[in-house]
């Protein structure tokens, strides 16, 4: 059974920065994605950004381009974002995800086949 295990939300200001990773334990994801949602209350689960270690590509949803950057370590199966700059919008749970085989559909949900539970972001104004 995989698990997906984040670590690193917490509280910040405006302005603040924040790490988050994500341990994938018994399997390689390295030729597939792995990738971070998000989902504020009462909104649906978005796309925040999305790696493919294999052919060294990163996605990012507009909202963070600049901002956020995924990265990984497919030796440990592990992503990260770093999220800098961060404003009170970006709070919300923030998913880990991996699917077993790549798609073509990075930014849905759909993609992917293991979550994680999630990891709570605030940022205060």
């Known amino acids: 059974q995989v698990q997906l295990v984040e670590s690193g939300g917490g509280l910040v200001h405006t302005g603040g920065s924040l790490r988050l990773s994500c341990a994938a334990s018994d399997r390689t994801f390295a030729s597939s994605a792995m990738g971070w949602f998000r989902q504020a209350p009462g909104k649906e689960r978005r796309f925040v950004a999305a790696?493919?270690?294999?052919?060294?590509?990163?996605f990012y949803a507009d909202s963070v381009k600049g901002r956020f950057t995924i990265s990984g370590d497919g030796a440990k199966n592990t992503v990260y974002l770093q999220m800098n700059s961060l404003k009170p919008e970006d709070t919300a749970v923030y998913y880990c995800?991996?699917?077993?085989?790549?798609?073509?559909?990075?930014?849905?949900?759909?993609?992917?086949?293991?979550w994680g539970q999630g990891t709570q972001v605030t940022v205060s104004s």
């Open positions: 995800a991996a699917g077993r085989y790549y798609r073509g559909e990075y930014s849905r949900p759909g993609e992917y086949d293991y």
């Open positions: 790696i493919r270690w294999s052919v060294d590509q990163t």
